[in-house]
């Protein structure tokens, strides 16, 4: 008998997508569902838009308190086997649910947690960027749920979970306002494999309402969790994960880094100034570069950077640590153009497809799909994005430098 799904829709005034979501579980090529919609106080006309779809969906109200709250008073209340969260300015492609389902029956053990692929949607453009994570991490790094966790790869609206992982562990902690979803994800699936499902499903949006981008505190949030996170692993986690503890805390040091996250960068920074640089950390770095440069068709003898932004410097970090340089940056913006950003030139994406077949073009941007389609049709060396040169560079040691305050 086929297991029955709950699809959880957690809502806080979101009369402007609200609709789309329901109609996307609505639309689910797998039929035995039930769609729980929770309306966490909102001031606008959710309810009436909820409330419209009559019995095709359960609809229930509270006092607002948060997103934890919505999703944990929708695990009391569901009914089915899995559970599939679904937020109100998300939306899923048909076949999620039955893949996802298909993952996990296939494979013998009902009670692992499955996810897919996604895309981010740039809801001014209205141009997606998918993550194939295929693309980027090995299969055993894909199936390990601690990993994909802190490498932030598992977006909640991607996973299917068996209610008996929340009876296990506990609800959402209802105290982060931003970061429930890790702090579930990383007490859910310790020393757990989780199923990865090579196919975008799942479709996030981003704009300014949403929580992440309009929600005070959410750093410093952020930072205390990852800094919990660290604290947590042991020698033999961050073994498996990254092969030793200093490329594990070069990663966690680069996200505090772009957070500006001070107090995880002090206490990052304390740890690596105790630990060795791996004794064949210059040959990883030399590996490393032969296979970026690899990403070119073999073609490639330079590298440029699209977007000379926030995003752009921080590739450019990534890189130069681990002994790779970079030519120049491109960018839209005339502005830039001639300008050096820490001693790069910055020039127009029309020059810089002058020399198109020797350059390896890295986009640095999380909504990338813009870059990507303005290059398209170009006899470009090769693009690649920035998470995929985090999936190759996460294992590779950065130059050791003793930073101190």
């Not at 609505?26 to 106080?41: A, F, M, P, R, S």
């Not at 209340?77 to 998300?90: A, I, P, R, T, V």
């Not at 153009?337 to 127009?348: A, L, V």
């Amino acid at each position: 008998m086929e297991p029955f799904v709950s699809i959880v829709i957690p809502v806080f005034n979101g009369e402007d997508y609200l609709q789309e979501a329901i109609e996307s579980a609505l639309n689910q090529t797998y039929k035995n569902i039930e769609i729980l919609v929770v309306n966490d106080g909102s001031t606008d006309r959710t309810e009436q838009i909820a409330t419209a779809y009559g019995e095709r969906i359960r609809y229930f109200y509270k006092q607002n308190g948060g997103v934890a709250s919505a999703l944990n008073l929708a695990i009391r209340e569901m009914k089915g086997e899995y559970f599939s969260w679904l937020s109100h300015d998300d939306y899923d492609y048909p076949e999620k649910i039955e893949l996802l389902v298909e993952a996990v029956l296939g494979q013998g053990d009902k009670e692992a947690v499955a996810y897919c692929n996604y895309s981010l949607l740039d809801q001014r453009t209205g141009i997606a960027s998918p993550y194939q994570i295929e693309d980027y991490y090995s299969k055993e790094d894909r199936s390990n749920g601690i990993f994909m966790t802190i490498q932030r790869l598992m977006d909640g609206g991607s996973m299917l979970i068996p209610i008996n992982q929340f009876y296990r562990v506990g609800g959402f902690n209802e105290k982060l306002r931003a970061t429930q979803d890790y702090d579930m994800w990383f007490r859910m699936l310790r020393e757990k494999q989780v199923i990865h499902v090579p196919r975008v499903l799942h479709v996030a949006r981003v704009h300014a309402k949403q929580g992440s981008q309009s929600m005070t505190g959410f750093s410093a949030e952020r930072e205390q969790l990852f800094l919990h996170f660290l604290k947590e692993l042991s020698a033999e986690d961050m073994n498996q994960m990254w092969g030793n503890e200093y490329c594990c805390l070069q990663n966690f040091m680069t996200l505090f880094e772009n957070g500006v996250m001070t107090e995880g960068c002090k206490y990052i920074r304390e740890r690596i100034n105790q630990c060795d640089e791996p004794m064949n950390a210059q040959l990883l770095r030399k590996k490393a570069k032969e296979r970026i440069y690899g990403f070119g068709g073999g073609q490639a003898g330079r590298i440029a950077i699209f977007g000379a932004g926030d995003y752009g410097r921080k590739v450019l970090r990534l890189l130069r640590s681990r002994d790779i340089e970079v030519e120049e940056f491109w960018d839209n913006s005339s502005q830039k153009w001639g300008s050096r950003i820490e001693g790069i030139k910055c020039i127009s994406v029309d020059e810089g497809l002058k020399c198109a077949e020797q350059t390896l073009v890295i986009l640095a941007a999380e909504l990338y799909g813009g870059m990507q389609r303005q290059l398209e049709g170009e006899q470009m060396a090769g693009v690649i994005t920035k998470m995929h040169l985090e999936g190759v560079l996460y294992d590779v040691p950065a130059r050791k430098v003793i930073r101190n305050e």
